[in-house]
């Protein structure tokens, strides 16, 4: 596993800036958008360059880092977050979709919409898990229909969906804490589970944990998805209507055993 500066790499795109000094596990940095009125705009550094297959972070990985947003969660466009994935739907290097994975702080603003909670919409500042890529997840593809027909009774769907979850290991957390004030978070990424800390204390904890190997990211973004249990799906761009940031320090990524695995 690697933990060098120089596997992180910068994606900036239509006005997005990473804004800071190498290396970044040493200084501080800032993931600002311009105002955008079009297109998709996005700041991001990860450790995804390559094949997916060649990602450096398994479980028994731990993800510590200080942080905090231009605003507040009513108020930010986009995605924005931090922690593991897998660029399922195609890294710049590798451009083929593939079944996601990840485990992460991850924020959606409105009409982002992600099939997490059973009750409420998907979107907010959260911790998440999710892994699709497990054999209990790939046999569900050919009743994909049925189920997305069955959801759309909702007392079959309050009994169907939170099965179909668990097959996903999707697990969901709102993290309570302003976002636009500083916060220490922190990732304990394990084989028997996940563990997200917010200042110390324990928000979140389950036993789904993505097989990996996965990539560190750090992004903030202009787009939404709606990808709901019922069958709705789009994906789009929210106008950026004045700029907005996600600023990092402390960042710590580092390989550890974690008791009792």
Known sequence: MSNSDDDFRVLEMNGGEVRGQ???LTHPFL???PICQSGYTDAQIDDCV????????????RLALRARFSHEADALVGTAGFGFWNAPFGDPTVPWPTLPQAAWFFFGSPPND????????????FAATLDATTWRAVRLAPLAPIVLLLNQIAPLRRKIWP?????????FQPVGESMADWHEYQLV???AGCEFWVDGRLIHQTP???????GFVGWIDNQFMVATG?????????????????EVADLQIEPIVVAGE
């Open 22 to 24: 190498r290396p970044f």
């Open 31 to 33: 993931l600002h958008l």
């Open 50 to 61: 390559g094949r997916r297959k060649g990602y450096p972070w398994r479980p028994g990985t």
């Open 114 to 125: 992600l099939p997490l909670a059973q009750n409420g919409p998907g979107r907010g500042w």
């Open 163 to 171: 099965w179909v979850q668990n097959q996903l290991q999707i697990s």
């Open 189 to 191: 990424w394990g084989k």
């Open 208 to 214: 789904f944990s993505p097989r990996g190997p996965l």
């Open 230 to 246: 019922n069958g709705r799906f789009r994906w789009g761009t929210l106008p950026v209507t004045s700029p907005q940031f996600l």
